[in-house]
C-alpha cells in the first residue's frame, strides 16, 4: 500500500526559504505525477505544481517564480519541494499527492495523499 | 486558469437526508471533473473521478452526474461519518484548480 510522508521545518522566517520532502513507500515512485498541494487555514486548496517520475515539471503561473519541485533521490523515492522569498500568506498545510490516471481516457485524479504538514511563515 | 465553483458553500443536514452539492467551471471541462471528501485535520480523499465513477471503497450512497461546466454531488442517505467538508477539482488543463468546498454540518 502506497504512502506519502511529508518532511521539513514548520516554521519558517519571512524572506526566506521553505523546503519540504516527499517519502513516498509501498511503492516506486515511476510513471506517476507528483504534485504539491497547499491549504492555507480555514481556506481552499491550490495546487502548486508538479513532478513527472522522468524528471519533467508543471507549475501554477501564480507561483511558479519562486517555486521549485524535484526528484531528491529516486532510489529512496523522495522529491522536494523548495519556495523562496516567503511571506506570512504561504502559511498553509502543504500537502504531497500521487497523480494516477483512473482508467478513463484521459482521466487522471489525486488518489494518494500525504497527511499534510502545517508550515508558519513567522518572525 | 479554469475557475471551479462551489454551492452551497454551506449547508446543515441530517441523518438520512439525501443532499446535494454542485460545482461550475468557468468553461468546459468535459468530464475531467473529481470530487473529494476532507475531514478536518485530514488529507482529502478522492470520492469520485471523471465525474461519475465511484473511487474503490467508497460506499454507493454517494454518486456523481454532470459534463461539460455543470456537475452534481450527491448522497443518497446521509450518514453520521458524511459530515465533512467536499470540494471538486478539473484536471482538464493545469493549473489543476479546485473549488472552495462545501461543508455538510449537522442539523
Known amino acids: 500500500q502506497v504512502q506519502l510522508q511529508e518532511s521539513g521545518p514548520g516554521l519558517v522566517k519571512p524572506s526566506e526559504t521553505l523546503s519540504l520532502t516527499c517519502t513516498v513507500s509501498?511503492?516506486?515512485?515511476?510513471?506517476?505525477?507528483w504534485s504539491w498541494i497547499r491549504q492555507p487555514p480555514g481556506k481552499g486548496l491550490e495546487w502548486i505544481g508538479y513532478i513527472y517520475s522522468s524528471g519533467g515539471t508543471n507549475y501554477n503561473p501564480s507561483l511558479k517564480s519562486r517555486v521549485t519541485i524535484s526528484l531528491v533521490d529516486t532510489s529512496k523515492n523522495q522529491f522536494s519541494l523548495k519556495m523562496t522569498s516567503v511571506t506570512a500568506a504561504d502559511t498553509a498545510v502543504y500537502y504531497c499527492a500521487r497523480e494516477a490516471h483512473t482508467g478513463k481516457i484521459g482521466s487522471l485524479a489525486f488518489d494518494i495523499w500525504g497527511q499534510g504538514t502545517l508550515v508558519t511563515v513567522s518572525s | 486558469d479554469i475557475q471551479m465553483t462551489q454551492s452551497p458553500p454551506s449547508l446543515s443536514a441530517s441523518v438520512g437526508d439525501r443532499v446535494t452539492i454542485t460545482c461550475r467551471a468557468s468553461?468546459?471541462?468535459?468530464?475531467?471533473l473529481n470530487w473529494y471528501q476532507q475531514r478536518p485535520g485530514k488529507a482529502p480523499k478522492l470520492l469520485i473521478y471523471a465525474a461519475s465513477t465511484l473511487q474503490s471503497g467508497v460506499p454507493s450512497r454517494f454518486s456523481g452526474s454532470g459534463s461539460g461546466t455543470d456537475f452534481t454531488l450527491t448522497i443518497s442517505s446521509l450518514q453520521p461519518e458524511d459530515f465533512a467538508t467536499y470540494c471538486c477539482q478539473q484536471t482538464y488543463n493545469t493549473p489543476r484548480t479546485f473549488g472552495q468546498g462545501t461543508k455538510v454540518e449537522i442539523k
Open positions: 509501498g511503492g516506486s515512485i515511476s510513471t506517476y505525477y
Open positions: 468553461q468546459s471541462i468535459s468530464s475531467y
